[in-house]
């Protein structure tokens, strides 16, 4: 059934839905081509479609190594056709028998570039179609001989032995098809070594998918019955149709299908339906025959059932930290509680600033007796470089100034007094909806009238925004997964980057289907600002989590990026770009390299999230003891880093010192907290709480107490009440196994 849906699909799909006919159709089309999963087969995703044909024909056939081992000999299975029937099949056997040669021959005479029979003159897409008709031909034959011989079909024969030999070849068919795919696309002069890794990367996910997809089926078709399709069916769409309306997260119709067909499995299952057909009676003893043997387990299945408890532990615990970082951004914005993470303080011509708590950066000044920093032979390759007249040092100034609060006036005071009017006036702007409650995205620009160029800074994550750390992981939580994998599969670590990055964009495609993909918008307010200064030049900057967004909206638009110990994002890049304002956009990987600059400190564990691109300045870090701590992250740390090997380039730093201290942040949080746990209403609900979780627990031991023990002569007397129970044990017979659909069944 999966693969009679997929193959008409994949014949229909790419002639009605491509960019060139798509246009000029309806919007019911263009709906259906754009939205539905209809769109993962069309030329935009080449490397799926053909991954997806390729699954589906090693699929087929082992379904036809399927058919040919369990039916019956021919023989013993034609046996009561009729004549009508048995020169149909007949005729239609050897139909597929002639088409099937000589698309074999046609097939091997492409690759020498051969005419020699009547489907040389097809195009390469009437050429896929044409093998795509010839397997569903096949599928249908087998299906009929199937449906014909089963009458004639008695029992499964149980032989664990024959079973075991069956799945080694169905385990043979599966390495052998793939092996053919691999080879073929490693020799192929358009594809590649690469190109045949992706491939066979996407098959190995795509056909147990298929597997799962095709069991499912074989279940509800064994537990099928009238009263299901009358009942249980319509329930299931009505109470699909109630969630897929209530629910807020998302419009796709996707849901719906899935909530129906999973209910009105759950609906077939705990119904385990007493009369079943006589095709189904014979499905379910052929599933209850394969199950394997409880008391003697597979070897290894202990260690992989504690590591499926184990991997499911752990996304339970990851989903439980997005939740709770989700709530508690939805409160933080109700009580509109945003405190401010970085502090800033002008002190005896000096600038003392103090991040979170943990981390202070005191920069002094320079005047006629505390002389600048000088470096007369620079240390880094890149202290020279310029971007529009400004050096490393000042845009790490600016990066830095993003971090203040946008409702303050320190920003303008702290970037004017560090550049002392040598670059004349610098007007800062906040955009209008960068407040600290009003955007996700908190940036700011500073306009250099003198060298008419403008330094847009874009905040990195803020400890005291939630929605800072939902976002975080959303953009990059595909790339640690895989990093994590590579560890316990060391064999990952040979993908090439372009295969990370085509797997991401197909999951983020998949669960965009039901409305969980990325949020593009999040940084889209800062797009729609960049490509808007068109009078200028623009130079994008930002530190942690604000230089990845930078250098994201830069390689979209063009511009220049020098960024600040930023996570990878070139696996990520084709999830990050692929639909922007909701309208889809080509995916061009060379512009990841372009007029992108970025400073990676030693030991910071934030830069090895994904791939780096673009030209990157490896940096030494001074407290690398202290890197689990984040303080090789720290933007203050790099400041002074920089500084001490490159000087100060406008003469106006005289001193730098760089702190990092984690038990600041418990000095600088003990008064918020004694603040706020010493208002009454903290007390009212810590005394509601215990009065509760204390009546709870009274009335359990209370209901306890009170349930008396039964007395073996009072649970003899219940048992043999005669108006309870009228038969005895030794009354009572075994049902017959296919009555219980699902015990020992393998599904």
Known sequence: MPMLIILPSLIMVPSHCSSAVLPGSSSLVQAVCEESYLKLLTDEHPVFQRALRISTAIAICQFIQLCLEILPRWRSALAGLGTIKTFLLGGWLLGMNFLGGLWTIEWSARHFGLKITPLSDLTNYQWEIFGMALLVGWILWFLAITCFTLPNVSECDSNKKALCGFFERLKFTFVVGQGIVFFRACVHPHMGFVHAQLELTIINLLLPSIYVVSLICLRMVSLLSVRAVVIDGPLALGISGIVFIGSKMTEKPHVFVVVSLFLF?????????????????????????????????????????KFVYLALAILLLFVGAISGFSVLSVLQKSAKWF???????????????????????????????????????????????????????????????????????????????????????????????????????????????????????????????????????????????????????????????????????????????????????????????????????????????????????????????????????????????HHIGGMSMKVDRTSLHHRNFAVVPEYDPITMIDAQAGMTQKISCDTPHLSMQLSCHMLEGTICNLVEHCGSPRRRISSCLFEHNIAGATEDMLPRVLATISKPEIYVSFGVTVSIVLSMLLRRRHRKMRTPLSSPTHRSRKNNLPGRFPHSSRDLQPPHPSLYVRRNSVI
């Open 339 to 577: 405190p401010d993470a970085t502090s800033l303080k002008y002190e005896d011509n000096s600038i003392h600033i103090h991040h979170t708590g943990v981390v202070k950066l005191h920069l002094g000044l320079a005047n006629e007796t505390n002389p600048a920093i000088t470096v007369d032979d620079p240390l880094y390759a890149s202290c020279s470089n310029r971007w529009n007249g400004l050096s490393l040092i000042d845009l790490a100034f600016f990066a830095e100034a993003a971090y203040f609060n946008p409702l303050s006036n320190d920003t303008a005071e702290f970037i004017s007094t560090i550049f002392d009017n040598e670059l004349g006036d610098i007007h800062v702007h906040l955009p209008a909806l960068n407040t600290k409650t009003g955007s996700k995205l908190d940036f700011f620009e500073a306009y250099i009238p003198k060298l008419n160029t403008s330094v847009i800074s874009v905040r990195g994550t803020d400890i005291w925004r939630f929605t800072d750390f939902v976002e975080d992981v959303k953009m990059f939580f595909e790339p640690v997964v895989f990093s994590v994998l590579s560890s316990i599969f060391p064999t990952i670590r040979i993908w090439p980057d372009v295969t990370f990055s085509t797997l991401i964009e197909l999951y983020s495609e998949m669960i965009g289907l039901f409305g969980l993909q990325h949020e593009s918008w999040y940084y889209h307010e800062l797009l729609d600002y960049v490509t808007s200064r068109t009078d200028r030049k623009v130079v994008l900057t930002g530190h942690s989590m604000g230089g990845g967004i930078a250098r994201l909206v830069g390689s979209i638009v063009g511009t220049p990026s020098v960024t600040f110990s930023p996570p990878g994002f070139v696996q990520s890049y084709s999830k990050l770009i």
């Open 265 to 305: 499995d759950r609906f077939l299952r705990s119904e385990a339906a007493s009369s079943l057909s006589e095709m189904g009676q014979t499905l379910q003893q052929m599933l209850q025959e394969t199950s394997s043997d409880k008391k003697h387990p597979l070897l290894g299945h202990s260690a992989a059932k």
